[in-house]
């Protein structure tokens, strides 16, 4: 059964930090850019990061650019997203997701219908 599995999210105060894994199952990522994506209550799916097959080029969104830092370990078939200097808007639930378009490219990396397989989110609440 292939599977996306993401953890790490919580409660944190803003100007925290959280770091969110991604770790698949059934199947290796080696050949699959992988994007990060969050949804708040009431707001759309928001693509916030892509990191292609080799980790060579990232993506980010103007809203995260400069906090987040997406990375992968290939050898454990995992993908990581850093978010430093948290803010009460970054919350929302986030999901890691696979696609094999965006191995290579990154055109149009924010648009999630270009994802073959999605997590079941993990929720990132930024509070006081």
């Known amino acids: 059964q292939l599977q996306l599995v993401e953890s790490g999210g919580g409660l944190v105060q803003p100007g925290g930090s959280l770091r969110l894994s991604c770790a698949a199952s059934g199947f290796t990522l080696d050949y699959y850019g992988i994007g990060w994506f969050r949804q708040a209550p009431v707001k759309e799916r928001e693509g916030i990061s892509r990191i292609s097959a080799s980790g060579g080029s990232t993506n980010y969104a103007d809203s995260v650019k400069g906090r987040f830092t997406i990375s992968r370990d290939n050898a454990k078939n995992t993908i990581y997203l850093q978010m430093n200097s948290l803010k009460p808007e970054d919350t929302a639930v986030y999901y890691c997701?696979?696609?094999?378009?965006?191995?290579?490219?990154?055109?149009?990396?924010?648009?999630?219908?270009?994802?073959?397989?999605w997590g079941q989110g993990t929720q990132v609440t930024v509070s006081s």
């Open positions: 997701a696979a696609s094999l378009q965006l191995a290579n490219y990154r055109s149009r990396w924010y648009d999630s219908s270009r994802y073959n397989y």
